[in-house]
């Protein structure tokens, strides 16, 4: 998947990676922020997709980055659920064939709707259709409505695809019912609504090596992420990322917490212990995929109380992948 940069000014899409400025082949754009790229977002991918391939053209999406709220409203700005990598690698796997990113400014935010349509719709993208959520808006001021946007595709030459909501199970998709769960530690309903397990990824660390004095060794990861989900013990799948040839995504227990059995006030620490694997991932990246809670964090008398529940929570999570595994 190809990601491009526009240059609002100039109309310009050029490679981010660098190179020469490049037009879209009759495109059909899935517009908005994508946090988490849930199910609801995929929604969208889908039909840019069906529509470019109907023509002949190109499936593109078009996000903002950063998020608007961190420009617009930085205090009151939400944790995001996935950064901009992630979110590119989530809508390669969607199959689209480009993202246009518009850097967003408070210059930009400035623009009227109208400049929107013509200068980055119109004039940098070449849209031949678009396909929004219901709630779209944009411009100054959120002037822009699905209905606004309607009417410059009509004045315009472009087709304009709404998509109500979707919902899962009664709940609709959305990023802040996402985030909910996840501060809740509801992460198998956060995988409802994501249409995968939430994760989270950061590169492997030295810890105080406290797991293995226990019996209990663990990858500590140094998390890459604004939104971990409410502290606890999870059932998980840990993945090296970036290298080739290393073994498949591993069944873990995850304890995400601040370790209070040993330390009075420690920091928030997220360590895996990967099952039936041997060896150290030290300085590699991994990504951390939450598939269940197993329960809270606890605080216990002392460290037999604590290995003793660990080896109770290994075994629950075993039966638990075990029961998941079966038809």
Same mark, same amino acid.
């Given at each position: ?5 526009? @240059? ?26 994508? @946090? ?148 809740? $530690? ?15 990824? $950061? ?72 099952? @039936?694997?041997? $060896? ?48």
């Amino acid at each position: 998947m190809d990601v491009l940069v526009i @240059d609002w000014r100039t109309g310009a899409l050029r490679p981010r990676s660098g190179g020469s400025p490049r037009a879209l082949r009759s495109p059909a754009v899935a517009i908005g922020n994508f @946090d988490g790229v849930h199910v609801g977002h995929r929604a969208l991918l889908a039909l840019a997709l069906a529509g470019a391939r109907a023509r002949g053209g190109e499936a593109a999406v078009l996000t903002f980055e950063p998020h608007p709220a961190k420009v617009l409203a930085p205090t009151l700005a939400p944790p995001l659920i996935s950064g901009l990598e992630r979110k590119l690698e989530l809508f390669a796997e969607a199959g689209m064939d480009a993202c246009a990113l518009v850097p967003f400014t408070p210059e930009v935010a400035a623009h009227r709707a109208e400049a929107f349509e013509g200068e980055i719709l119109a004039r940098a993208l070449g849209v031949r259709e678009v396909v929004v959520g219901h709630d779209f808006t944009y411009g100054r001021r959120r002037e822009g409505t699905a209905d606004t946007l309607r009417a410059a595709g009509a004045a315009r030459g472009f087709a304009v695809t709404v998509v109500p909501p979707v919902t899962v199970d009664g709940l609709v998709a959305s990023s802040t019912k996402i985030r909910e769960l996840l501060l809740e $530690g509801n992460v198998e309903g956060a995988r409802v609504l994501l249409g995968r397990p939430f994760d989270v990824d $950061g590169t492997v660390v030295r810890g105080d090596g406290r797991g293995r004095r226990i019996g209990v060794p663990t990858t500590n990861v140094a998390a890459e992420a604004e939104l971990l989900p409410r502290p606890g013990v999870y059932g998980a799948h840990v993945t090296v990322l970036g290298e080739p040839g290393l073994p498949a995504p591993r069944a873990a227990v995850v304890n995400l917490g601040v370790n209070p059995t040993f330390v009075a006030a420690g920091k928030l620490s997220l360590e895996a212990h990967l099952l @039936d694997f041997a $060896g150290d991932l030290y300085d590699r990246r991994v990504r951390v995929a939450f598939d269940f809670r197993l329960r809270g964090e606890e605080r216990f008398a002392d460290a037999d109380a604590l290995v003793a529940q660990i080896r109770r929570d290994i075994d629950t999570a075993r039966a638990r992948f075990r029961g998941a595994e079966q038809p």
